[in-house]
């Protein structure tokens, strides 16, 4: 495990370009931040700000077009500049991460215990049957009723706050010190995402994995995050804890995402308004 004294992520001068028919783009730009264990950072911004693209160059999972610069060292290994042997070793052992969409994420034509089970083989072998029980008991961290029984259904068969459920269980199965979480309750109603949120909360605290949280809405961050870093245009806008970023926005940007935040004290000829 990573010394608490050293950042558990370190990210220094990343500048992502992309392959265009214009030439190269850069689609973000010498952005720095650190995580320390044990605890979540929020990026937050619009879309197209960037903060995707940072997360899959940590993941080592941007596409063919885009190059990444810079550093990005976890637990004080430098990630850019792996093989894709090395880096598959790291990601679900290290680090892994939970996607926006869990469907198009989970293969319709296996179950998710199959699913979870091929996670945990790829990195620790044993057997079918231990891998099983692997899974079972993942299904059961993140609170599926009736695990034992569930493991052999198909990801159709699940709702979308259950099927959310499930990536989590798979990121969380080999105990990664490092969780990336893309967006992950915005194809969700507001009392499954509150649902999700809490759960990855708790399963943070008792796992002990820092965590990076992604997302467009200030209101969710504000939930998980320790500490925020705000995107536009792929650079960084402003950074410092939460409290700091809510209570005294020093940027013009930050303070256009709070006010579009709504809260239950607006007047209500206020809202009225907004919505004509």
Not at 4 to 16: G, H, K, S, Y
């Amino acid at each position: 495990m990573t010394d608490t004294m050293t950042p558990l992520l370190e990210v220094t001068d990343l500048t992502i370009t992309a392959a265009t028919s214009d030439g190269p783009t850069e689609i973000v730009n010498n952005l720095s931040f650190t995580l320390d264990p044990h605890s979540t950072l929020g990026i937050v911004g619009e879309s197209g700000s960037g903060k995707s693209m940072t997360s899959l160059a940590i993941m080592g999972l941007l596409p063919d077009s885009c190059t990444a610069t810079g550093s990005i060292r976890l637990g004080g290994t430098e990630l850019l500049g792996l093989s894709d042997r090395e880096l598959r070793r790291v990601r679900g052992e290290k680090m892994a991460m939970v996607f926006q969409d869990p469907l198009s994420s989970l293969n319709p034509y296996y179950t998710v215990g199959l699913q979870i089970e091929e996670v945990y083989r790829a990195h620790r072998g044993g057997s079918r049957r231990a891998a099983r029980a692997v899974a079972i008991e993942a299904l059961d961290r993140v609170k599926i009723k009736e695990p034992a029984r569930r493991v052999d259904h198909y990801p159709h068969q699940f709702s979308g706050g259950m099927r959310q459920r499930i990536m989590i269980a798979m990121a969380l199965c080999l105990q990664p010190e490092l969780l990336i979480a893309d967006e992950p309750t915005t194809a969700l109603d507001v009392t499954v995402q509150a649902q999700i949120l809490e759960l990855l909360a708790e399963l943070k605290e008792q796992s002990g994995s820092g965590m990076v949280f992604i997302t467009h809405d200030l209101a969710v961050v504000s939930q998980v995050a320790e500490n925020v870093l705000v995107l536009k245009d792929g650079c960084q806008v402003e950074s410092g804890t939460a409290q700091q970023i809510f209570s005294a926005p020093r940027a013009a940007y930050t303070r256009a995402l709070l006010d579009a935040v709504p809260r239950i004290d607006d007047p209500f000829d206020d809202l009225k308004g907004a919505s004509r």
